[in-house]
């Protein structure tokens, strides 16, 4: 099993381009959840998915959108990036049981 | 006030030594609690669960209190590839929503 992959690993845009982020997992997870993390800060929700065609906004859902058409993809929209979205971006995916998260190896994502 | 608040460190302590964190939440309705780890410039990953009765893996123990909203995580005859950052993670059901809150971790390095 490769567990959770997202794609790119690295990336930079210019402000106002768009992209999108890929994450699959292959573990049949109900739960994906899109994080980003910035110095300093805890990881902060997105967005997440509680099933195919379930998604709903986390705590910082502005400038993103995301889609789940299968239980295995989740991709993250990024609409017309800012320099304030520079971050690092996780991917997870959960059974049931929520706090058991498995995270992807991230992208790192520079806005010029 | 943060919902999850840790110490974010850095503790440099000398390998063998014993180390101790603690994580505090401000929701009294959070049900479960779970403790993970970082290494530079990877993804989180799951440690432990902490259960109310306080619970053990190894050279790891992890405890609750309720009652003052706090959680710890002890290390004891610590390695050098303990050297990580350690995030307190809890988990609070509202209204049948379920939400995941990321301290922003603790940065611990075992030192030779």
């Known amino acids: 099993n490769a567990g959770v992959t997202q794609t790119p690993k690295f990336q930079v845009l210019k402000t106002g381009q768009s992209m999108t982020l890929q994450c699959a997992q292959d573990?049949?997870?109900?739960?994906m959840s899109w994080y980003r993390q910035d110095p300093g800060m805890g990881l902060r929700l997105i967005h997440y998915?509680?099933?195919?065609?379930?998604?709903d906004q986390g705590e910082v859902p502005n400038g993103y959108n995301v889609s789940r058409s299968t239980t295995e993809d989740f991709p993250l929209r990024l609409l017309s990036a800012a320099p304030s979205q520079t971050s690092v971006y996780f991917c997870?995916?959960?059974?049931?049981?929520?706090?058991?998260?498995?995270f992807g190896p991230g992208t790192r994502l520079t806005v010029l | 006030r943060k919902e999850v608040e840790q110490d974010p460190g850095p503790f440099n302590v000398p390998e063998g030594a014993t180390v101790a964190f603690n994580c505090t939440y401000s929701?009294?309705?959070?049900?479960?609690f779970f403790w993970y780890r970082q290494d530079c410039r990877k993804e989180p990953k799951l440690l432990m669960s902490?259960?109310?009765s306080g619970n053990e893996d190894g050279r790891f123990t992890a405890q609750l209190n309720r009652a003052s909203q706090y959680i710890s995580l002890l290390i004891r005859d610590s390695k050098l590839s303990d050297s990580a950052t350690y995030l307190c993670?809890?988990?609070?059901?509202?209204?049948?929503?379920?939400?995941?809150?990321f301290g922003q971790g603790t940065r611990l390095t075992i030192n030779p």
């Open positions: 997870a995916s959960s059974p049931r049981q929520l706090g058991w998260q498995f």
């Open positions: 573990m049949n997870h109900e739960y």
């Open positions: 998915s509680v099933g195919a065609g379930i998604t």
């Open positions: 929701n009294s309705a959070s049900q479960s």
């Open positions: 902490v259960y109310s």
């Open positions: 993670v809890v988990n609070t059901a509202l209204q049948g929503a379920q939400k995941l809150v």
